[in-house]
């Protein structure tokens, strides 16, 4: 057992015990003759007494020694000796959100017992759920981010500082060359296009960094904003002077939360280098003010940048949130192997409130009328096709809300067979139709939409793939219900 849990587990019984005897800190110094500082500092797990202090405590307090000094919690403690042990709370990053672990251990243990039977309960769902490390991590990285309105002034001062200390304009697209000399000449890198790809069980890696000989493998077949991309973020770690990092791009597994969260600091340094902020202002300014939607004008804007789609579409959840004011967003990635049922959504971001569609993790199909599924489906079949675009209104069954959502797919770039869409939507609010001035209704495609077949009331949907199995359930319930509730009520 460490030493630490040992400590926490002994000030909290003292507490328990202290609070069943009624007994405030200064009666229970007053009581053994201990002074209430010390006591304080046992019960908030920082200091562990000396056994003839354990004897005094045990003998005023009228407990077994043996009680005392027992790692064995009782029922109502119980569920928090289960979050000591997983240490659960040694992987939350509970400063990230302004947090310290000694309060929060505080608040739990003086919650009630169906507040602790609560806690229990989501300790057994993650279990049950095989809720990963990884998972868990990128959880608290989403909230962190969406706490935020994913824009981090500090990293946009550090870029725009970095481009004036290597005079790199910001008004011209980057390319890879630019980037590559200041990491060999300036950060010693050597640059290796030739062995990562040679082994062929890592044809799904773009990159490996080896610190100890500054040298950076590259897959040698990434195109242009591939490779300008990884230079970007190989530059944030170092200009960051970013240590605890990751060495792979994509990431195989995160060790911990700083991994995570230098990882996403990094990814967003090298997208604010990339797409410079106030040039992509100016530019969606221009195009806001359009009376009339022109798509050609949006693809102008992403090819003016050295970026993929999604690193274009992820840097919007940057820039509308802050100096547009539309905060009501979701972005979307899906990916798809060609020819089976299932879409997966690989990634997502809710901007102040958790918007429609959200993760399913019932394994449920997601409605194929979504503009992110019907993208990649436009794709695969029109093979001559690089990419596809699509955008529409999306109209919530059973709610008021509406989403003009922009969505764009391609192939995905590290798998074979695997194509992705990734999307972008912004709740219709009166806010958002006056500062697009091209938003006319009549010029987009406007579809009911669901959630998941299985829980869509959609009649006669040609895009149903399933059931609505939940629905259906509930329908049948309800139904049975109200049969006993007759029942009950031809006897009284």
């Given at each position: ?6 400590r926490?587990?002994?000030g ?17 110094a ?23 202090k ?27 000796g ?20 000694n309060?929060?251990?505080?608040i739990?243990a003086?919650?009630p ?49 970095f481009?004036?200390?290597y ?46 000989t ?38 195989i ?33 221009q ?8 798509p ?64 399913n ?84 495609t ?26 259906i ?20």
């Amino acid at each position: 057992m460490e030493e630490e849990y040992i400590r926490l587990v002994f000030g909290l019984k003292l507490k328990q015990i202290r609070n069943d005897k009624n007994l405030s800190l200064f009666g229970l110094a007053k009581l053994t003759g201990l002074s209430k500082s010390y006591l304080n500092e046992i019960e908030k797990g920082k200091k562990y007494p000396k056994t003839d202090k354990i004897v005094i405590l045990s003998e005023k307090l009228e407990v077994p020694y043996d009680h005392l000094v027992s790692l064995k919690l009782d029922k109502n403690l119980a569920p928090i000796g289960e979050i000591l042990q997983s240490k659960i709370l040694k992987e939350i990053p509970l400063d990230l959100f302004g947090i310290q672990e000694n309060n929060l251990i505080d608040i739990i243990a003086n919650a009630p017992a169906k507040v602790n039977a609560f806690i229990s309960t989501i300790i057994k769902i993650a279990q049950n759920y095989n809720l990963t490390r990884e998972s868990f991590f990128l959880a608290a990285l989403r909230s962190y981010q969406e706490a935020h309105n994913n824009y981090f002034e500090d990293i946009e001062s550090k870029v725009i500082e970095f481009a004036k200390a290597y005079h790199i304009r910001l008004d011209k697209p980057i390319n890879s060359k630019d980037l590559e000399d200041i990491l060999v000449e300036e950060y010693g890198y050597t640059i290796n296009t030739e062995e990562l790809s040679q082994h062929q069980k890592l044809s799904e890696l773009r990159n490996i960094f080896i610190p100890k000989t500054k040298t950076l493998l590259l897959y040698n077949d990434i195109n242009e904003a591939q490779k300008t991309f990884i230079y970007a973020k190989e530059l944030a770690y170092n200009y960051l002077e970013i240590e605890n990092r990751l060495y792979t791009f994509p990431w195989i597994k995160f060790e911990s939360f700083d991994q995570v969260l230098n990882n996403f600091i990094a990814s967003y340094f090298a997208g604010a280098l990339i797409i410079p902020k106030d040039d992509l202002i100016q530019k969606l300014t221009q195009l806001f003010s359009l009376q009339t939607w022109q798509p050609l004008q949006l693809h102008k804007i992403i090819r003016s940048y050295n970026c993929s789609d999604e690193t274009f579409y992820q840097r919007l959840t940057n820039i509308l949130p802050r100096h547009f004011n539309i905060k009501n967003l979701f972005f979307l990635r899906f990916t798809h192997k060609e020819n089976s049922p299932l879409f997966r959504l690989s990634k997502e971001l809710h901007i102040t409130q958790q918007q429609s569609p959200h993760a399913n993790r019932n394994n449920e199909h997601y409605c194929r009328r979504w503009i992110a599924i019907k993208t990649i489906q436009d794709l695969e079949t029109s093979k001559e096709k690089k990419s596809a675009y699509g955008i529409q209104i999306s109209s919530y069954e059973n709610s008021d809300n509406e989403y003009l959502v922009l969505s764009a797919a391609t192939a995905d770039p590290f798998k074979e067979n695997i194509n992705r869409s990734v999307s972008i939507g912004m709740l219709l609010s009166p806010h958002l139709k006056r500062k697009l001035e091209f938003f006319n209704e009549d010029t987009f495609t406007k579809r009911i939409v669901g959630i998941t077949c299985e829980t869509c009331a959609v009649q006669n949907c040609k895009e149903r793939v399933a059931e609505p199995s939940v629905l259906i359930k509930q329908s049948r319930n309800k139904e049975i219900e109200k049969i006993v509730e007759n029942i009950i009520q031809s006897h009284t």
